[in-house]
């Protein structure tokens, strides 16, 4: 049986992110026959498109993992309201919520950030961030904008995720989102 996996996300940036990201955490990738990550343009799109897709490619073998920001929302409220849109006898899939945003991820790892953007070492809030917990941040965005000097969003995720390492990462959603995924993974 073909095993396919299919990632899909809010945005561009956050698929940037995990193809950076799942080669090096995720090894055990070549099990897969087929991996996908579909990106969408903002949390519309992607709650409107994933219902459609996980009853469109509903077969044997097909998993779903559904990831999105969470934005100042109540977590297991949004989580709740996102499962409620899954289709009856859907693919297994899981879904994650990124706390707060993206960008929270990569302040969890501050030594990505230097690593792929040297001079933020340099910048006033560098200090604080590195002594906040990243998942509490409502404006990890701009922070990061500031702390790179670049409000690319796509350019700085890839250039901060091929730098980034769970292990250090003190973001407790980024290790969730790792941890479930390997679970997730794991289950026949």
Sequence with gaps: MSKRIIFMTEEESMGKTLRELLPALFPNFSEYEHWLI?????????EASFP???KAWCEPGVRFIILRDNDGSDCRHLKRNLMAKVPTN???YLVRIV???????????????????????RHKVFNKLSKTNPDT???????LTELTGTGAKR??????????RMERNRSHSFKVF?????HFLSRQ
């Design 38 to 46: 579909i990106d969408h343009k903002g949390k519309s799109d992607l």
């Design 90 to 92: 859907s693919p297994d």
């Design 99 to 121: 706390c707060q945003e993206l960008e929270s991820w990569f302040i969890g790892d501050l030594d990505a950030v230097v690593a792929a953007y040297p001079s933020a070492i």
């Design 137 to 143: 941040l409502t404006n990890a965005a701009k922070l």
């Design 178 to 182: 790792v941890n479930s995924v390997i």
């Design 52 to 54: 459609k897709k996980m």
């Design 155 to 164: 350019v700085r995720a890839v250039e901060i995720a091929k730098m980034m």
